[in-house]
C-alpha cells in the first residue's frame, strides 16, 4: 500500500475504530489491524474495482475479528432479544420505512445483501451463510451491525423495490457503429446508470422517483440522464417523467426466446444435418484450401454457416432494410441493448433447461473484410466462448499465405513472420516443410459455388421456409415484451439480431443427439473460422 493510498485512508479506518472501540488506545491497536490486512490483501495482485467498498469490507471483517479475540471486554446483546425501535423524528410508519428504506442503500455490498436476504427475502442465517459463504456467527454479527445503524426493529415492507438496496447490472451491447468515445458502452461503466435504466424501463419516472428508486442523490441522477437522453437512450415522456429507450433482456423473456429456439432447432436440426452433410463429397470437389479436412471439423464450421446464411437470404432485403441503426448525437449510428447479468447460480437456478439453453450464449458472430477478403467466425461454447482475435489483417495474410502454398515460392523473412501469426492463431501449420492450410478459404468463383450448393440443399426440402417464420416470430415475441414506447425499429432490429440464434439451438441439439462429435483442443482454437477471396485475380506478392 503506498504512501498516497496510507494517507487517504488512515484517517477514516482510526474513525471507523473509534466508533466501534470508543476508546482511544483500543481504536489505535485496531487501526493497526485494520491497516495490516488491507496490506496484506492488496498485496496479492488482485484487481479492486472499488477501493473504498474494498477497505470498508476489510475494516468490517477485522473488526469481527477484533471483537472474537476481545470479546471478554465486549458485551453483545442476544439478537432475537432486541426491542423495536422508531426512527427519531418520524411521524408515521411511512416516514420510518422512507428513512430506512434511504439508510439501507448506503450499507456496504454485505449488509445490503444480508439485509435484503433476511428482511426482504424472508431468509434465515444458515441458508443466508450457505448462499455468502460466511460463518453463521459472521451472519450473526453483520446483522447486529445492520440493527444499529438502522435502528432496526420496525418489519419492512415486502413489496418495496429493492433496486436501492440490491442494485443489478447491465451488459450492454449495440449493432453498428459506436460513438468516438465507445459509446453507447461507455455511459455503462458504474452500476448507478445500469440501475437508472432499470428502474424506468418498465414505467416513466420523474428525477426525484428515479433517485429514491435508486438511492442516489438526484444531482447524480440528473448528470446521467442528461448523457442517457442526448443519445436518445433515453426518452422524454412529458410532465418531467423519462424512460429507457432500448430493449433490456429479462429471466423472463430470455426463457421465452430460448425455448422459441429449443423447440425451433428441435424441428429443423436434423434436416439440416443432412443437406449439409449429403453436400459434403460436392463441396470437397471444389477443392478449396483446406478441403482435406476432416468431416467433424467441416462440419463445425459449415453448418453454422449455411444456417446462418439461410437465416438471412430468407427475408426480402427490401423488408429488412427499413430496421437500420440509428444516428446518434453522440456520433454513433447504432441500435443499443441491454440484459441484465445474473449470479451464475441464479442463472442456473431460474433458466429452463439451463444444460441445453447456457450453449446458445455467444461471444460474437464476427465478420470482417477489407477490399479483397471477407472472413467469418463464431465464438460459440465448443470455441471456448473467448473472444479470439481475428481481423482483416488475417484476411490478407492468409491470402499471402495461400499464394504461398500454391505458387511454391520460398518464403521471404516477412513471410515468415505471416506465417509464424497464424499458426499461432491455428489457421496454418508446417507439416514436413511444407505450408499446410487449417481453415476453410476459398476463392471468389468456389465461394459463390458454396453458397449456390447449400441454398439449392435447403431449398430442396423447404427449410428456407421454416427459417423465414424466425424474424416474424421474434418480431412478435419482443412487440410484446418490450415497453409500448420502445420504436418499431429497435423491436425490428432486435428481431433480426436475436434469429442468429438459431445457430447456435442448431448446433446445440446435433452435439446433444451425437450428430456431431465434439472439436478437440487443437480444433477449437480455429473452429468455425471460414476466408474467402471477394475478387478473382491474386492480390500483388
Known amino acids: 500500500m503506498d504512501e498516497t493510498l496510507l494517507q487517504k485512508y488512515s484517517k477514516k479506518i482510526f474513525g471507523f475504530a473509534l466508533s466501534k472501540t470508543q476508546h482511544e488506545q483500543n481504536a489505535q491497536d485496531l487501526s493497526q489491524e485494520i ?7 492488496l498485496q496479492s495482485g488482485r484487481y479492486i474495482d472499488n477501493m473504498d467498498a474494498w477497505v ?34 418520524a411521524e408515521s410508519q411511512e416516514d420510518m420505512l422512507e428513512e430506512l428504506r434511504r439508510e439501507v442503500a448506503y450499507l456496504s455490498r454485505i449488509h445490503r445483501e444480508i439485509t435484503v436476504s433476511y428482511y426482504y427475502e424472508g431468509k434465515n442465517m444458515a441458508q443466508i451463510a450457505e448462499e455468502l459463504q460466511l460463518a453463521a456467527g459472521t451472519v450473526k454479527w453483520h446483522l447486529f451491525e445492520v440493527r444499529k445503524k438502522l435502528k432496526e426493529a420496525i418489519t419492512m415492507e415486502q413489496t418495496e423495490a429493492l433496486l436501492s438496496y440490491k442494485p443489478m447490472k447491465l451488459r450492454v451491447g449495440h449493432s453498428g457503429t459506436p460513438g468516438p468515445k465507445g459509446e453507447p458502452n461507455s455511459y455503462f461503466t458504474s452500476l448507478l446508470t445500469s440501475n437508472i435504466c432499470l428502474a424506468m424501463y418498465e414505467q416513466p419516472l420523474t428525477v426525484e422517483e428515479l433517485a429514491r428508486s435508486v438511492g442516489a442523490a438526484a444531482a447524480y441522477v440528473e448528470d446521467e440522464l442528461k448523457k ?21 433482456r429479462t429471466m423472463d423473456n430470455s426463457n421465452t426466446i430460448n425455448q422459441y429456439f429449443k423447440t425451433m432447432a428441435e424441428e429443423v ?18 477443392k478449396f484450401h483446406g478441403s482435406h479436412l476432416n468431416d467433424t471439423f467441416l462440419l463445425w ?3 453454422p454457416y449455411a444456417v446462418l446464411t439461410q437465416y438471412w437470404r430468407s427475408k426480402d432485403p427490401s423488408e429488412l432494410a427499413r430496421f437500420q441503426p440509428i444516428e446518434r448525437k453522440d456520433g454513433g449510428k447504432y441500435i443499443a441493448a441491454a440484459q441484465i447479468v445474473y449470479e451464475q447460480e441464479e442463472y442456473r437456478k431460474r433458466s429452463l433447461e439451463y444444460d441445453i439453453v447456457q450453449k446458445y450464449v455467444t461471444n460474437g458472430i464476427k465478420s470482417r473484410c477489407n ?3 471477407y472472413g467469418f467466425q463464431i465464438e460459440s461454447w465448443w470455441s471456448g466462448l473467448e473472444w479470439r482475435d481475428f481481423n482483416s489483417q488475417d484476411l490478407s495474410d492468409m491470402g499471402r499465405a495461400v499464394h504461398l502454398m500454391s505458387s511454391g515460392e520460398p518464403h521471404n523473412d516477412y513471410d515468415k513472420t505471416i506465417i509464424s501469426r497464424l499458426a499461432a492463431k491455428g489457421f496454418v501449420s508446417i507439416n514436413n516443410g511444407e505450408l499446410e492450410c487449417l481453415i476453410p478459404y476459398f476463392t471468389a468463383a468456389q465461394h459463390r459455388e458454396l453458397d449456390r450448393i447449400l441454398h439449392q440443399a435447403f431449398e430442396r426440402v423447404e427449410l428456407h421456409k421454416k427459417f423465414g417464420r424466425i424474424f416474424d416470430d421474434m418480431f412478435t415475441i419482443w412487440k410484446k415484451e418490450a415497453p409500448s414506447h420502445i420504436s ?40 468455425t473460422t471460414i476466408i474467402w477471396r471477394l475478387t478473382e485475380t491474386l492480390p500483388p506478392d
Open 371 to 373: 477490399d479483397d477478403y
Open 301 to 303: 464450421l459449415l453448418i
Open 269 to 286: 436440426s436434423e434436416s439440416v444435418y443432412a443437406c449439409v452433410n449429403a453436400s459434403m463429397e460436392e463441396i470437397r470437389n471444389l
Open 228 to 248: 442517457l437522453e442526448y443519445s436518445d437512450l433515453v426518452k422524454p415522456m412529458g410532465k418531467g417523467k423519462y424512460q429507457t429507450n432500448f430493449i433490456i
Open 56 to 89: 470498508h469490507t476489510i475494516c468490517c471483517y477485522t473488526w469481527s475479528n477484533y471483537l472474537t479475540k476481545e470479546k471478554r471486554y465486549w458485551h453483545h446483546a442476544d439478537l432475537e432479544r432486541i426491542p423495536a425501535v422508531a426512527v427519531e423524528g
Open 35 to 41: 491497516l495490516t490486512a488491507l496490506f496484506r490483501s
Open 488 to 527: 418499431e425499429q429497435e423491436i425490428g432490429y432486435q428481431a433480426i439480431n436475436e434469429g442468429n440464434t438459431i445457430v447456435f439451438a442448431v448446433m446445440e441439439y446435433l452435439e446433444r443427439i451425437s450428430k456431431l462429435p465434439l472439436p478437440s483442443e487443437e480444433e477449437r482454437k480455429r473452429l
